[in-house]
């Protein structure tokens, strides 16, 4: 059973910085995942979930959307079974439920699995 739990939410002003921190448990087999971290933002379904950025198994190729890029940094620990997105310069337009997705990839199927998401409030 793999679990995926998410920390570091909270209520933040505009300008500052947050660092999100993301474990998966249950196997032995985290450099397997390829980690993302998505967004629901206020008045959309859990559905509509917005990726921000996705990393690659080793960590050696990340990628981000337009509206974070330059923003926020994700990395991840194979060590420690962690996954990080450092979002600074924080603007109102990012407060949003965040969660946190490990896929799993078997060539033409995958598997997802995703945390509970953790709240990230910006205010003015």
């Known amino acids: 059973q793999v679990q995926v739990e998410e920390s570091g939410g909270g209520l933040v002003q505009a300008g500052d910085s947050v660092m999100l921190s993301c474990v998966v448990s249950?196997?032995?087999?985290?450099?397997?995942?390829?980690m993302g971290w998505f967004r629901q933002v206020p008045g959309k379904e859990r559905e509509e979930r917005e990726c921000v950025a996705t990393i690659n198994y080793s960590g050696g190729s990340a990628d981000y959307e337009d509206f974070v890029r330059g923003r926020f940094t994700i990395s991840r620990d194979n060590a420690e079974n962690t996954a990080y997105l450092e979002m600074n310069s924080l603007k109102l337009e990012d407060t949003a439920v965040y969660y946190c997705?490990?896929?799993?990839?078997?060539?033409?199927?995958?598997?997802?699995?995703w945390g509970q998401g953790t709240q990230v409030t910006v205010s003015s």
């Open positions: 997705n490990a896929r799993r990839n078997f060539g033409v199927a995958y598997l997802d699995y």
């Open positions: 249950g196997r032995r087999t985290f450099d397997k995942y390829a």
